[in-house]
C-alpha cells in the first residue's frame, strides 16, 4: 500500500512499498508530465515523484536539506530554467504564487514554454540572468532567488539578482557546479570561494548539501538576504 507523507510545506514523502526513499509533489495540473516523470495516485490525490537524478533542489531534498524556503504562497524567481524540471514542481510547491523563470537559451525557452501549458503560476521569461534589468518591469520582489546556471560568475549573478528582486529576509538557493567555475581546481576550493563571495555580499549561509551521488562536484547553498 502507497504512503504519503509531507516532509516541507507541500513536499512530499512517497512510500511506494519498494523501500526507495522518494519525494514528490501534488500534480498542479492533472495528468500532465513535463520530463517522463512518474505520476502516483495516493487516496485520490495525483503526485509527481520529483527525480533527484534530473533536479538538484529534489537531490538536495534527499539529501538532507534542512529548511526548505519554497513554500505554498511564496513567490520565487527562478534562473536558469531549461526545459522546466525544476521549476514545475518549484510551481507545485509555490502553488498560487507566482515563479518567474528566467531562461537565455531560445530553443530550450521553446520547449519550456510548452511545458508551462495550463501552470496557471509559472511565467517563463527570455533572458539572461546576467541582465536582471531587463527582466524588471515582469519580475516583481519575491521572497526566494533559485539558480541554477552552471556559468563562472553563478554567485555574481545571483548578488545582482539579489539586489534587484529579493525581500529583505528572503532566501538564496544556488546550486554552484565546480567545472562551469573551474575545471582544474579542488571543488572544495570553489565552494569555499563561491560562498566567502555571497557572505562578503550580503547574504548569510545557513545550508550547505553535496549533491553527490546524483550530480558530481555540485553543492546546494542556501542563504538569508540581509537587503545590502
Ligand atoms: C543546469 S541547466 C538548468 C536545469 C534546471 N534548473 C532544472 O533543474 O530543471 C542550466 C540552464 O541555465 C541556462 N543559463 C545559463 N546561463 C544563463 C543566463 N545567463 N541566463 C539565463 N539562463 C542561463 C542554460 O541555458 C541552461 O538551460
Known sequence: MAKVKEKFDNVFELD???????????????????????????????????????SKLGASIINGLKEMPIKKGSKVLYLGA???????????????????????????MREFVESCEGRKNLFPILGDA????????????????FEDVAQPNQAEILIKNAKWFLKEG???????????????????????????????N??????????????KDHILFVGI???Q
Open 170 to 200: 528572503g532566501f538564496g538557493m544556488i546550486s554552484i557546479k565546480a567545472r562551469s567555475v573551474d575545471v582544474t581546481e579542488n571543488p572544495k576550493v570553489i565552494f569555499e570561494a563561491q560562498k566567502e563571495i555571497m557572505e562578503q
Open 16 to 54: 511506494l512499498g519498494d523501500g526507495i526513499k522518494r519525494i514528490g509533489t501534488k500534480s498542479l495540473v492533472h495528468n500532465k508530465r513535463v520530463y517522463g516523470e512518474k505520476l502516483v495516485n495516493i487516496k485520490n490525490t495525483e503526485y509527481r515523484v520529483w527525480n533527484p537524478n534530473k
Open 82 to 108: 531549461s526545459a522546466g524540471t525544476t521549476p514545475s514542481h518549484v510551481a507545485d510547491v509555490a502553488e498560487n504564487s507566482p515563479v518567474y523563470a528566467v531562461e537565455f537559451a531560445p530553443r530550450i
Open 225 to 227: 538576504w540581509n537587503g
Open 130 to 145: 546576467n541582465k536582471p534589468e531587463e527582466y524588471a518591469n515582469i519580475v516583481e520582489k519575491v521572497d526566494v532567488i
Open 202 to 215: 550580503g547574504f548569510t549561509i545557513i545550508d550547505a548539501i553535496n549533491i553527490e551521488p546524483f550530480e
